[in-house]
Nanobody, 125 residues
Framework: QVQLVESGGGAVQAGGSLRLSCAAS????????MGWFRQAPGKERERVAT????????YYADSVKGRFTISQDNAKNTLFLQMNSLKPEDTAMYYC??????????????????WGQGTQVTVSS
């Protein structure tokens, strides 16, 4: 079973940057995708960015394209989310997640069964 621990959240002003990290322990080679999701109070959870662990193919939500970058360090079993030009609407709890479903499905956002505890990002105007 994959265990995920996020870090790097915090409070910044609009236009600022943050880098989230997600450390995966008990890593499994059947983890085909990893990703970042977020949920703001009163809103549904949103898929922010995902990456195929083998090959590095990425997905970004339209709302973050050009501002956020997802990356991974497979040797250290760590996932990152670099967030630049942050906006108040980026304020949310950010979660790291892992999918053991096949690539064709996890790239579409399916099968994310393993989740971290979340890290709060707050962007003030």
């Amino acid at each position: 079973q994959v265990q995920l621990v996020e870090s790097g959240g915090g409070a910044v002003q609009a236009g600022g940057s943050l880098r989230l990290s997600c450390a995966a322990s008990r890593y499994t080679h059947s983890t085909y995708c990893m990703g970042w999701f977020r949920q703001a109070p009163g809103k549904e959870r949103e898929r922010v960015a995902t990456i195929v662990t083998a090959g590095g193919s990425t997905y970004y939500a339209d709302s973050v394209k050009g501002r956020f970058t997802i990356s991974q360090d497979n040797a250290k079993n760590t996932l990152f989310l670099q967030m630049n030009s942050l906006k108040p609407e980026d304020t949310a709890m950010y979660y790291c997640a892992a999918s053991t479903w096949v690539e064709s499905l996890c790239r579409q956002g399916y099968g994310y069964l393993y989740w971290g505890q979340g890290t709060q990002v707050t962007v003030s105007s």
